[in-house]
């Protein structure tokens, strides 16, 4: 992976739904819905 110094910046549309306390709950991308999650989530496991 290559270090960049120059960052640039994404233009998209996204919603974002709220619980009633104001927490995110969900997030709308692209035409997905992404669950959003206190812990950090981990799809997959590596071997030692």
């Not at 991308?29 to 981990?42: K, L, M, Q, S």
């Amino acid at each position: 992976m290559t270090v960049t110094t120059e960052l640039s910046t994404l233009n998209a549309s996204v919603d974002v739904r709220f619980t009633t306390a104001g927490t995110p709950l969900a997030v709308r991308y692209n035409e997905r819905i992404w669950a959003v999650t206190e812990e950090p989530v981990h799809w997959f496991t590596r071997d030692s």
